[in-house]
């Protein structure tokens, strides 16, 4: 038998981590918008969307130990714009992944623009005092994955969750874009 194990997107200022199987980028903070919300191509500078915290859940099962989070997408190709990407935070050393004691709300004018992971005031404090806050999540690959969590979990929990975000340029192309799988692999006995 091997563990259970769930992806899970957290919301809110709790905040409520709901299992998801698909997640969608918009401008609330919300784990199921349908199409409400969308990301507006601005007239100039950048949008955001708001940031999306995924972890796994270990919800049970028979293991002694998952350990050695790591993650990665399925390349893409948005369009985006000038400097437009889908973006994952990053620390400046260790894991990259954010602790649940660390965990932001997403905030952003709704409708309109999330607020940058990395913007000194209203960004992720977990990540906007970094070097590089973020990086496109291109840099990682199944060759190439980051390092989620590299803790130890030998019962249920949930372990350190990534935050993304969409960063849309003035001269994006609008309208639905493709999926992007995103993969957690993690070792187990």
Sequence with gaps: MAATVEIREGNGSGPTWS?????????????NPGTSNPIPIPSSGFNYSYWKSHCLNIAGGTFTKVSNIRWYPSSYSWTLGTNGEVRVGQRDSGDHG????SYDQATGTAG?????????????SYYNGQTTPTTNINTYSETNKMQVDSGEYTSAGRTKHIVTQVKVASDATQGEQADITYTFVWDEI
Excluded: F, L, N, Q
């Design 98 to 101: 954010c602790p649940d004691a």
């Design 112 to 124: 309109t623009s999330g607020d940058a992971i990395e913007d000194g005031t209203s960004g992720h």
């Design 19 to 31: 299992v998801v199987t698909a997640a969608r980028y918009c401008t609330a903070d919300d784990y």
